[in-house]
């Protein structure tokens, strides 16, 4: 079944530091990839999204994501983090099959002083 | 430009009481979508429209969730009875046109509790 996994349910990181939030989709036709990110009380925004091309992606707030087929996997990452970055991030997967949208379940981002 | 509007912000009902969301998509977006959001998950697709017509409920409970989107513009989501596992937040969200993992843009959302 088709499916999108995100591995870390909460991820803490100290401000200045790296990051990278974990994604894994189930999915047997060339994926359309996307990262949004929640902050408390809003809606989601989209940080990036992947169709085809280049498979690193450059997004907005700094962040970047690479597209790996091999492993199934569109990693999020951001060299250093700011204290206004902790947030919930999803990843998702749109299905041209069904044209859905599938969520993973969220990681929720802790950012230490 | 506006973004998508969601009333109200937060709701508390208690159980088989009956609820109704309002959304307002960008101006534009043929396309319209409701999602479930349980806490500690992602949003799940309730139903999907073009226009005013429904391409995909398939996740809708129809026994109790209904919704509508007279004139192709704004949307109501309407819960009736409510059960204690419809604790929730709602979220809108809005497309230029469906297809091609087309950008949704989305709502605050509602928050609501069934006590």
């Known amino acids: 079944a088709q499916s999108v996994t995100q591995p870390d349910i909460h991820i803490t990181v100290s401000e200045g530091a790296s990051l990278e939030l974990r994604c894994n989709y189930s999915?047997?036709?060339?994926?359309?990839l996307f990262w949004y990110v929640q902050s408390p009380g809003q809606g989601l925004q989209l940080l990036l999204k992947?169709?085809?091309?280049?498979?690193l992606v450059q997004g907005i707030k700094g962040f970047e994501a690479e597209f790996k087929r091999s492993q199934s996997s569109f990693n999020l990452r951001k060299p250093s983090v700011h204290w206004s970055d902790a947030a919930e991030y999803f990843c998702a997967v749109w299905l041209s099959n069904t044209g859905k949208l599938i969520f993973g379940q969220g990681t929720t981002l802790q950012v230490k002083p | 430009e506006a973004g998508v509007a969601q009333s109200p912000r937060y709701k508390i009902i208690e159980k088989r009481q009956s609820v109704a969301f309002w959304c307002n998509p960008i101006?534009?977006?043929?396309?319209l979508y409701w999602y479930q959001q349980i806490l500690g998950q992602g949003p799940k697709l309730l139903i999907q429209f073009q226009n005013n017509g429904v391409v995909d409920d398939s996740q809708l409970p129809k026994d109790r969730f209904s919704a509508e989107r007279l004139k192709g513009v704004d949307s109501t989501l309407k819960i009736q009875p409510a059960k204690l596992e419809d604790s929730a937040v709602y979220l809108c969200?809005?497309?230029?046109?469906?297809?091609?993992?087309?950008?949704?843009?989305f709502g605050p959302g509602t928050r609501l509790t069934v006590l």
């Open positions: 999915y047997g036709a060339t994926p359309y």
């Open positions: 101006s534009g977006h043929a396309t």
């Open positions: 969200a809005s497309s230029l046109i469906s297809g091609s993992g087309n950008e949704q843009f």
């Open positions: 992947y169709f085809s091309g280049d498979t």
